[in-house]
């Protein structure tokens, strides 16, 4: 399977606690997108990579929220302190063609209890 | 107002029906539009990007309509299967602003 892969697919985690999803690309695609999505919602952009530069970060990504692509192929979403309202599916995302279809991931859902 | 406005639904239609959804968007300077199809609790799937010509793949029909602002959907011969949530979605400095989705069910 050539796709976006993501792991973990869920996790429940207890509030305040830290937790870490990772989100393996299309190879191609130079660019990697991270979404997040609540019940009956669009998914809410987070963040873009281009190769391993971070390029841009939505309002929504607090100061308890971390993304890298170290080398420019998969990348990390880290989440500190968890809260209750964290709770969502996040989605990766990538692209690399001249069109800018974008491709996502089976999405990581989060419980914190 | 959101940037891009979708109506929620639920459609709910028979098979074969035709139906058509709307998304409205705020920013002018937007190039690149698309249609996603979500299943429940499942990721979004491209369905079709949206040129300005308008562009058919088989049952479905995108079109983008500058002046006023929206892009629609046309489902001819619904089927069964094409039950599911539909996202737009608009590119804004490469990132894609979407939609809240609209609901469609296709009955027997």
Same mark, same amino acid.
């Given at each position: 399977?050539?796709?976006?892969?993501?792991?973990?697919?869920?996790?429940?985690?207890?509030?305040?606690?830290?937790?870490?999803?990772?989100?393996?690309?299309?190879?191609?695609?130079?660019?990697?997108?991270?979404?997040?999505?609540?019940?009956?919602?669009?998914?809410?952009?987070?963040?873009?990579?281009?190769?391993?530069?971070?390029?841009?970060?939505?309002?929504?990504?607090?100061?308890?929220?971390?993304?890298?692509?170290?080398?420019?192929?998969?990348?990390?979403?880290?989440?500190?302190?968890?809260?209750?309202?964290?709770?969502?599916?996040?989605?990766?995302?990538?692209?690399?063609?001249?069109?800018?279809?974008?491709?996502?991931?089976?999405?990581?859902?989060?419980?914190?209890? | 107002?959101?940037?891009?406005?979708?109506?929620?639904?639920?459609?709910?239609?028979?098979?074969?029906?035709?139906?058509?959804?709307?998304?409205?968007?705020?920013?002018?300077?937007?190039?690149?539009?698309?249609?996603?199809?979500?299943?429940?609790?499942?990721?979004?799937? +491209?369905?079709?990007?949206?040129? $300005?010509?308008?562009?058919?793949? !088989?049952?479905? =029909?995108?079109? /983008?309509? *500058?002046?006023?602002?929206?892009?629609?959907?046309?489902?001819?011969?619904?089927?069964?299967?094409?039950?599911?949530?539909? +996202?737009?979605?608009?590119?804004? $400095?490469?990132?894609?602003?979407? !939609?809240?989705? =609209?609901?469609? /069910?296709? *009955?027997?």
């Amino acid at each position: 399977d050539t796709g976006v892969s993501q792991d973990p697919r869920h996790k429940i985690t207890k509030r305040g606690q830290n937790v870490t999803f990772r989100c393996d690309p299309i190879s191609e695609h130079n660019r990697l997108y991270w979404y997040r999505q609540t019940l009956g919602q669009g998914p809410e952009f987070l963040t873009y990579f281009q190769n391993e530069a971070q390029l841009e970060k939505s309002r929504l990504l607090s100061d308890r929220f971390s993304a890298e692509r170290p080398k420019g192929s998969f990348s990390t979403l880290e989440i500190q302190r968890t809260e209750q309202g964290d709770s969502a599916m996040y989605l990766c995302a990538s692209s690399g063609g001249l069109g800018g279809e974008q491709f996502f991931g089976p999405g990581t859902r989060l419980t914190v209890l | 107002r959101k940037e891009v406005e979708q109506d929620p639904g639920p459609f709910n239609v028979p098979e074969g029906a035709t139906v058509a959804f709307n998304c409205t968007y705020s920013n002018s300077a937007s190039q690149s539009f698309f249609w996603y199809r979500q299943d429940c609790r499942k990721e979004p799937k +491209l369905l079709m990007s949206v040129y $300005s010509s308008g562009n058919e793949d !088989g049952r479905f =029909t995108a079109q /983008l309509n *500058r002046a006023s602002q929206y892009i629609s959907l046309l489902i001819r011969d619904s089927k069964l299967s094409d039950s599911a949530t539909y +996202l737009c979605a608009v590119e804004s $400095s490469y990132k894609l602003i979407f !939609g809240s989705g =609209t609901r469609l /069910l296709v *009955r027997p």
